[in-house]
Each structure stands twice: as C-alpha cells, then as structure tokens.
C-alpha cells in the first residue's frame, strides 16, 4: 500500500505542476455546460410563422391566440392562399405555416377530430423538429382544455412526457458529463500511461517490486477524482443556472457516474496497453471512443433514427448505456431496480476492459 | 496466488549471475540463441555486440521484464523462473533512454524510486543526502530534473538505480550521448559500487568503455560469440584494441 501511495502522490504531483491541463481539466466542463445552456440551445424563441385561418371561428382565434401567447412564435402574417404561404416562406423567413381547416369549431364539437396541417422549413431540421413538437405540445394542451377529457382530437407527441418544455439543456447534461468523463478519464489516463510507456520511466516501474496494479490504478485514480469533481461542477450547474431537475436520487446518480468512469478509466488502460505513444493513445482515444460517444450515444442524434448497422454499433459503446441510466434517474426518477441492466453492462465492460490491460501490460517495452 | 515452490532463499554461489541456454523467440525469429555465461560477484561485465545482436532482449529477460522461451538462469541467486520477486528487489537498471520524471525534482524522483523499493523513509533521506553529495548535487535537490544537463541526468539515474542497494545493476548503453568527461565521471561512479560488492553488467558501443570492463562479451545474431577480459581477447584476436577485435569480429 505504501507503495500505491507513492505512486498517487507522484501522480498528483505530474497533474499539479501541469497547471494548463488542470485548469482544461476543470474549465472545460464549465464552460460546455454554458455553451451549451445558453447559446447552441435548440430553444427557439418568438420564430416567425405564418397562419392560414380558413374559419376564422371562435374556438380558430382561440388557438391562434393560444400560439401567439407561448411565446414560441411570432404570427407575421395571415395568407388566405396556398401561394401566399410560399411568398411568406420566401420573403418573410417563416419557419413554419399553420393551416387550420374550415369549420374548425364545429369539427372539433361534433366530430370530435380535426386534422391540422403545418408546413414547415425543413432546411434546418433541428429547428423544424422543435417548432414542430412545440406546435404538438400547444395543440395538445389546447385539446386538453377544450374536452377536459383523454379523447383528445389531435395526435400527440408521447416523447415530450419528460421535457414538457422541450428544454435542451436537460438533454445535453447527460451528454456532456459522458464526453467530460471520456475526456478526463479515458483520454488523461490513456495519454499518461503511455506517457510512461514512451519516456521509459513504466519500465523503471516494472523492474521494480511493486505490483502491477498499483502501478495502473495508481496512475488512474488521480483522474477519476479530477473528472469526479468535474461532474459535479457540471451538475451543480446544471440545476443552480438551468433548474435540471434531479427527480431520482441523487446517491444513486453519483453511484453510476462512478461506474462510468470506471468503465472509461479502463477504456483508457486499454488503449494505453495497446499503443507504444502518446500521440497513438491520444488519437485512438478521440477518434475510437470519444468521437463514436458524440454520435451514437443518442445525445446528439436520437439512436432510433440511425440506419440498423449503427443502431447496433451504437451498443458497444459504454456512453449510450450511461446516458440511458442518467437521464432516467434525472428525469424519469428512476431507482436502481429500474436501471441495474444498464449498470452490469458498464460493469461488465470495465471488468473486461481491465483484464485486457492487466494482462497486455507484461509486453510493454 | 502464490504457488508452494516460490522460496525466497537465495543459493549460494560465488557467481551472482549465471545464465545456461537462455533462449528467446518472437514468432520464428531467435533474438537470443541459447547463450550460456557466468558473471562473478563484484565483477565489471561488458556486454557488447551490434544493434540489433538480441542485447537488450537479453537484459530485459534478466531483469525478469520479458519471460525466455528455454533456458536457465540465476540472478543474485535467485531462480529466474520462480522467483522474481526476490530478484527485482536485487537489482537495479539503468537505460539508454533517460528515464526519471522530468516534472518532480530532482529529491521527488529519488523519494518515488526510493519509497517503492521500500526503504524506510529516514534511511532514504540518509542515502539521497549521500548520494548527492557523491555527485555534487545537494544545490539541485530541489531543481526540477528538466531543467539540469544531461551529463547529471545520466548520474542521477545511476545514483537512483542503486539507492536501494542492489546486487546487481544492469546498465543499457548508460553513456550514450553524453560528453567524453562525464562519461570519465560516470565510469568512476561505476568503479565506486563495483569497489562495494555491486555487480555491473553494462552494455555499450563505446570501445574505450569496453577496455574498462573486467571482462566483456561480443554478441551477434543472438549468439554470444567471445567471451574474456579485454587482454585475451586482443591477443586472441592479434590485434591491440577492443575497437579492432570487435571491428574483426563483425567482419567474420
């Protein structure tokens, strides 16, 4: 054990001096969080539309006021013809047009259905999604009032149960501690065992009579605690400046972030068992763990819209697992007896991870 | 995980290294050929040979850093087969490659090596306050190792490899690229463990170096070719230098 101490402290002692990693190591998460929070935010406000009354009824300029009051959108104009929509998308940028049918009151009293059409500008389709499930959320309450009852006259939108607001921010705080913890973990701990490896002070370790694992964890550690506290900063963050709800536990939360960073800390051993320099390391870690988590762990692009190969690819990389698990007991509130598949998972992933580089550290030079 | 043969008795010998058919393959290639020696205690023994003649394969198996394919040896007494914990704690190496921290200084580097070879912390304190008055050194202790010259990181990683007292030290091409001076210094703190009992096995490519040996080895292809003190096997060979038994030697 005095041995593992030496080397924590050693380790501590490389990341204090290195003042530039350490302040990225703790800026960054805070900085992603606000970037994110306040200005990449897919929220938009007062976007501009257009809308097509063909009844101009009572319960018509009932929803229309209901629109203009969300504060989502801007009615700039009211076209009464299919080509006078096509001038508003061309010249006053409207994102969107809403077509309410004739007879819109007495459809919805004794028909108890009407069909609403929206147009919309698909050319950014981020934007378009959006403005579409605000458009569904206002129908929805609309319908809701109006009946008072379940039989609502408008399709729904079920996936907004857990974001009413379609609030951003809540989706990209499990993202982004995913890709911090990567970064800090995986990336730190790859980079500065194989740092060992090319400067040949890991083989100075080797020779002598420490045990091998202490010579691993006791290069790891360090950094599972600095991306620990990053987690935290980011956490804190998110519910102080953004109001995240933490509906679930929040020991329960930090229980899985840690054994993410576990199975991250072991996606950097493995590397680092695999490669002969820091540069290698530096580059199978980004382009094989982090830039995959980014794109397929569905916190970027919603996994179900992905092509079947990467719906399955998406399966062998620990973030898609751990973003599950977070936003379910974020959001959904969910206890351990809801999520523990996904936590064997990521454990299951370290422990093999771990064998791998236990085992592959014997042919190090 | 301990299995009930691994003693940690040393056999008595005279010799403290003692290798018989030592063999190493990678794939079909032999990168040491069943090489056979013995290396006296005290002794100064060089290890020289071509780039590439299976040198530092040989040392790395020594130091028990890569298993051989066949073969027996015993280091400082112990089995190299069964006992290499007792064996790491007995020596120390030393490579080519600079290999302290050069972000702690140059007190931390010799604390870490130290501590992990388990020395109780006030004798530490005793033999780095020695070994740096030996190099003259005691204005550096806080220096970070970065920043002092080659020359000194080339000692102070020798003072470090014997900070816990080994029986052995395995140096690998020690000198390379340091300036003719400082190898003279670092050949006299060599003569200074071997004048305490420490056995060097030192491999290098400079043949004036060689002729400091006690005796020296030629290896080529894998297998150890010559084997004698300086003095035989330049009259051996009918020449008078190292430089022209090796240069003979590869020609053959």
């Known amino acids: 054990m005095k041995e593992l101490r030496q080397i924590l402290k050693k380790e501590f002692t490389h990341i204090f001096r290195d003042k530039i990693t350490l302040f990225l190591v703790l800026a960054i998460p805070i900085m992603l969080v606000l970037l994110f929070g306040f200005t990449i935010s897919t929220d938009i406000r007062h976007a501009n539309i257009s ?315 | 995980m301990k299995l009930p043969f691994r003693k940690t008795e040393a056999i008595e010998s005279p010799y403290s290294i003692e290798v018989k058919e030592l063999t190493k393959c990678f794939g079909s290639f032999t990168a040491v050929d069943h090489i056979s020696f013995q290396v006296k205690k005290g002794e100064i023994f060089g290890f020289l040979g071509a780039n590439g003649a299976g040198k530092t394969t040989t040392i790395r198996m020594l130091c028990s850093l890569l298993m051989p394919t066949s073969g027996q040896a015993t280091i400082a007494g112990y089995d190299l087969a069964t006992q290499h914990k007792m064996i790491k704690r007995n020596i120390g190496y030393m490579s080519q490659k600079f290999s302290l921290y050069d972000d702690l200084t140059v007190f931390e580097n010799m604390q870490m090596f130290g501590t992990i070879y388990n020395i109780p912390r006030k004798e530490l304190k005793e033999r780095i306050a020695s070994s740096l008055e030996m190099l003259n050194l005691q204005d550096q202790a806080k220096t970070l190792v970065y920043s002092i010259p080659l020359g000194w990181k080339q000692k102070l990683a020798f003072a470090t490899a014997i900070l816990h007292r080994p029986k052995i030290v395995f140096l690998d091409e020690p000198t390379s690229g340091v300036d003719p001076i400082v190898r003279r210094e670092f050949w006299d703190l060599i003569y200074a463990a071997a004048s305490k009992g420490v056995t060097i096995f030192v491999t290098t490519h400079y043949m004036d170096e060689a002729e400091y040996c006690g005796r020296i080895s030629i290896m080529s292809n894998g297998q150890l070719k010559l084997i004698g003190t300086p003095s035989e096997l330049k009259e051996r060979m009918g020449v008078d230098s190292i430089e022209q038994v090796f240069v003979k030697f590869v020609e053959r």
Not at chain 1, 125 to 153: D, H
Not at chain 1, 168 to 178: A, D, E, K, L, Q
Not at chain 1, 319 to 338: H, N, P, Q, R, T
Request: proline share 3%; net charge negative; hydrophobic share 50%.
């Open chain 1, 51 to 365: 809308v097509m009354d063909l009844s101009a009824d009572s319960q018509s300029k009932a929803l229309i006021e209901k629109i203009t009051a969300s504060g989502y959108f801007e009615v700039v104009s009211y076209p009464k013809t299919e080509s006078d929509i096509n001038h508003d998308f061309k010249d006053k940028n409207i994102k969107l047009a809403i077509i309410i049918p004739q007879n819109f009151e007495e459809q919805l009293t004794n028909e108890r259905f009407v069909t609403i059409q929206i147009i919309s500008d698909v050319s950014d389709m981020n934007v378009a999604s959006v403005l579409n499930n605000y458009v569904k959320a206002i129908l929805y309450s609309f319908t809701e009032e109006y009946n008072g009852n379940s039989s609502s006259a408008i399709e729904l939108c079920t996936e907004m149960r857990y974001n009413p607001e379609a609030n951003s921010v809540y989706m990209f705080v499990p993202g982004i501690i995913t890709l911090i913890m990567i970064i800090v973990t995986a990336l730190m701990s790859s980079i500065t065992l194989s740092r060992e490896v090319e400067t040949g002070t890991m083989r100075m370790l080797l020779i002598a009579p420490v045990k091998k694992v202490y010579v691993i964890i006791g290069k790891v550690i360090p950094y599972m605690i600095l991306s620990f506290i990053s987690t935290i900063l980011i956490l804190v963050i998110s519910v102080l400046v953004f109001h995240m709800p933490i509906n679930g536990s929040v020991w329960l939360l930090l229980f899985v972030c840690i054994i993410f960073m576990l199975t991250a800390a072991s996606c950097g051993m493995a590397i680092s068992a695999l490669v002969k320099t820091q540069l290698d390391a530096m580059m199978i870690t980004m382009m094989g763990l982090f830039l995959p988590t980014a794109l397929l762990s569905g916190f970027l692009f919603p996994i179900d819209n992905m092509p079947y190969f990467f719906q399955l690819l998406a399966n062998i990389f620990p973030g898609k697992w751990f973003i599950i698990a977070i936003k379910d007991v974020m959001l959904k509130g969910s206890s351990f007896i809801d999520i523990w598949e996904y936590v064997l998972i990521l454990f299951g992933m370290a422990s093999a991870l771990m064998f791998i580089s236990l085992t592959r550290l014997d042919r190090r030079r």
